[in-house]
């Protein structure tokens, strides 16, 4: 009989739960303990929650994002780069009986500093699925990973949604803003903008100067600073990126979209493969490898 298994993504504010029978999804259940919101109870407790009735000692846990951080449950070590895909299976951090974390990735040099957690597990999903040279995993803090089929070779972070958030949120850009509408016209613009001054800087205080002076709507801030600044970091980033070097994104479905057509804003081609399905996939590989 395949044996059970249970995959699990931990990240800051959610937990998402899977278990597996095989390569067959048995049930998902999902939280909002994520390892900063656990609300007094410790990981142990808010674990043996979220799996109640789907595990005994002999079945495995497998989980991966920010529960290995220095925040989390217990700090599993980032893997140096250049790394080997089959390293991140081969050197889990246990943290109770058949309960193990995958590590994170890192970069160290003069001219590069970075870390990831949970994007390593995304890339061994997507490595299968869209085997590529350049991986793009657009979120709050954009991956750009440098790969072959064997190796991770180099990885730098773009903050593209944390600035659009805080932009709108907490600066005078979206002080008094209405309820933002969709707008794929001033998303269009502003992606246009990005692209063709990725030097970002002096443009953001003329996003607010744009609506004061009605030159844009103000429901369509919203839109055009995430054209603005998607525009401005694939520009800015196409130094990364050789010209024979084919290129996946690795994220929801809207995202995907927008960063799609900033690449083919730039006359390059791009597949795209499904955040979660590729979450799904690289953690399965581990889990299954383990459980068997």
Known sequence: ????????????????????????????????????????????????????????????????????????????????????????????????????????????????????????????????????????MPGTHCKWVQADAEQIHDFRTVMTGELHHLLLQ????????PEQQTSSDAFAAGLARGIDSPAVLPQLFEVRASHVLGNLPREQVNEFLSGLLIGAEVASMRDFIAHEQTITIVAGASLTSRYQQAFHAMGRDVSAVPGDTAFQAGIRSIAHAVAN
Request: a negative charge; glycine letters at 10%; one cysteine or more.
């Open 1 to 136: 009989m395949t044996a059970r298994y249970i995959a699990i993504d931990w990240g800051s504010t959610n937990l998402r739960a899977w278990l597996y029978q095989g390569d067959k999804c048995l049930e998902s259940r999902q939280s909002e303990a994520g390892v900063t919101r656990l609300n007094g109870k410790s990981p142990e407790a808010v674990l043996a929650e979220v799996t109640q009735n789907w595990r005994d000692s002999a079945t495995p846990v497998v989980m991966a994002g920010m529960v290995g951080s220095n925040v989390g449950w217990k700090i599993a070590p980032y893997l140096p780069v250049p790394a080997s895909f089959a390293a991140i299976g081969e050197q889990l951090t246990p943290v109770g009986d058949n309960v193990w974390i995958i590590p994170g990735l890192c970069v160290s040099r003069d001219d590069n500093h970075n870390v990831m957690r949970g994007e390593e597990t995304q890339l061994l999903g997507a490595r299968t699925l869209s085997p590529s040279s350049v991986y793009v």
């Open 170 to 177: 907490h600066s005078l850009v979206g002080a008094g803003l």
